[in-house]
C-alpha cells in the first residue's frame, strides 16, 4: 500500500482546509485509515480515524467539531477537512492506514502499517 497526502499549505486563521490521502496498491487490505499531525517541537498527535467503508469515523476530544474525515472508495482517498483553522493547527499532516483489526480506531500508531508523507498545513494568525 502506498499512501500520498496533499492539499497542506498557508492559510489565515479562521479558514478552512481539506486534506487528502489517496491509497494505490493492495487496498483492499485497509481496515482503516487515520490521520497525525505533528508540530515542531511536539509528539505525533492523533486526530482522525475511518473505517474501510467509510461509515465510521473516530476523533480525539480535542478536534471534534473541527475536523470531519471521510472516504471516497471509488477514488481511493480519504480526506480530512479542517474548519476554523487556528495557528495551533500548524503542523505537518500524516496519514496512515491500518491492514488488520485491532485498535487503530483508537488512534494507536503502532496500529498502522503504512505511513504516507507528510503535507504542510500553516495557519496564520
Known amino acids: 500500500v502506498q499512501l500520498q497526502a496533499s492539499g497542506g499549505g498557508l492559510v489565515q486563521a479562521g479558514g478552512s482546509l481539506r486534506l487528502a490521502c489517496k491509497a494505490s496498491?493492495?487496498?483492499?487490505?485497509?481496515?482503516?485509515t487515520g490521520w497525525f499531525r505533528q508540530a515542531p517541537g511536539k509528539t505525533r498527535e492523533f486526530v482522525a480515524a475511518?473505517?474501510?467503508?467509510?461509515?465510521?469515523?473516530f476523533y480525539p476530544d480535542s478536534v471534534k467539531g473541527r475536523f470531519t474525515i471521510s472516504r471516497d472508495k471509488a477514488e481511493n482517498t480519504v480526506y480530512l477537512e479542517i474548519k476554523n483553522l487556528v495557528p495551533e493547527d500548524t503542523a505537518t499532516y500524516s496519514c496512515?492506514?491500518?491492514?488488520?483489526?485491532?485498535?487503530?480506531?483508537?488512534?494507536?500508531?503502532?496500529?498502522?502499517?503504512?505511513w504516507g508523507q507528510g503535507t504542510l498545513v500553516t495557519v496564520s494568525s
Open positions: 496512515a492506514a491500518a491492514i488488520r483489526s485491532g485498535r487503530w480506531y483508537l488512534g494507536v500508531p503502532s496500529e498502522f502499517r503504512f
Open positions: 496498491g493492495r487496498t483492499f487490505d485497509i481496515y482503516g
Open positions: 475511518v473505517n474501510r467503508s467509510g461509515h465510521s469515523t
